[in-house]
């Protein structure tokens, strides 16, 4: 089975701090996502990347940074953390090609910025 | 863009009741895939089902079955006599052939089963 494990399950910090969520898969997939999941929104595109050291903007990438050094490590970072980015944070995974497959998800990070 | 609406936002029903979940989508694209996932309260997003653009027929997968319909842009979702276990947020979502990595979800539909 395929395991996308994320670093933290809750998460509090002060606004203005750097904060770092990381996300790791265990299944060599190429792609990696960070979506944010808000009541009524759904799951909004952050940030996916196709390869190591690759990232593309999804929807919604203001305010937020990625990093992709190792295959099977994706990191989200926010750079100065506002109270609307208080969120649950959710990161996934697929296999080629993008599309067709299924992603699969993490537990989430239910972040709170104070 | 394309596009994903899920009108129901909370559903409740009494266990052993059927309950369909409605997914309206828009997309220019011939060739698309839609896709049904479920979020229990642990939080990680199951994948339920992929259906492509080209293949409309419904399918049954025990207590769930799937409609659908290009004529009207819907990919139905109906749970026949629902458990308390199916409790959880459900949502639709759809990604097109030529916008490989841009998977649209639907707000989700919340669904409570009561004993």
């Known amino acids: 089975d395929v395991k996308v494990t994320q670093s933290s399950r809750y998460l509090v910090k002060r606004t203005g701090e750097k904060v770092f969520l990381e996300c790791v898969q265990d299944m060599d997939h190429e792609n990696m996502f960070w979506y944010r999941q808000d009541p009524g929104l759904g799951l909004r595109l952050i940030y996916f990347?196709?390869?190591?050291?690759?990232?593309e903007k999804g929807d919604i990438p203001e305010g937020y940074s990625v990093s992709r050094e190792k295959k099977e490590r994706f990191s989200l970072i926010l750079e100065s953390a506002s109270t609307n980015q208080t969120s649950m944070y959710l990161c996934?995974?697929?296999?080629?090609?993008?599309?067709?497959?299924?992603?699969?998800f993490g537990d989430g990070t239910r972040l709170s910025i104070l | 863009a394309q596009k994903v609406t899920q009108a129901q936002t909370e559903i409740s029903v009494v266990e052993k009741e059927d309950v369909t979940l409605d997914c309206v989508y828009e997309?220019?694209?011939?060739?698309?895939?839609l896709f049904w996932y479920k979020q229990p309260p642990s939080g990680e997003l199951v994948f339920l089902i992929r259906r492509n653009s080209f293949d409309e027929q419904n399918e049954i997968s025990g207590r769930y079955s799937w409609n659908f319909q290009k004529s009207t842009s819907s990919f139905n979702f109906t749970i026949t006599a629902s458990q308390v276990v199916d409790s959880a947020v459900y949502f639709c979502?759809?990604?097109?052939?030529?916008?490989?990595?841009?998977?649209?979800f639907g707000a989700g539909t919340r669904l409570t089963v009561k004993p």
């Open positions: 979502a759809l990604s097109e052939a030529d916008n490989n990595n841009d998977m649209r």
């Open positions: 990347s196709y390869d190591v050291k690759m990232k």
């Open positions: 997309t220019r694209d011939t060739t698309y895939y």
């Open positions: 996934a995974s697929s296999p080629p090609p993008g599309g067709y497959q299924p992603q699969h």
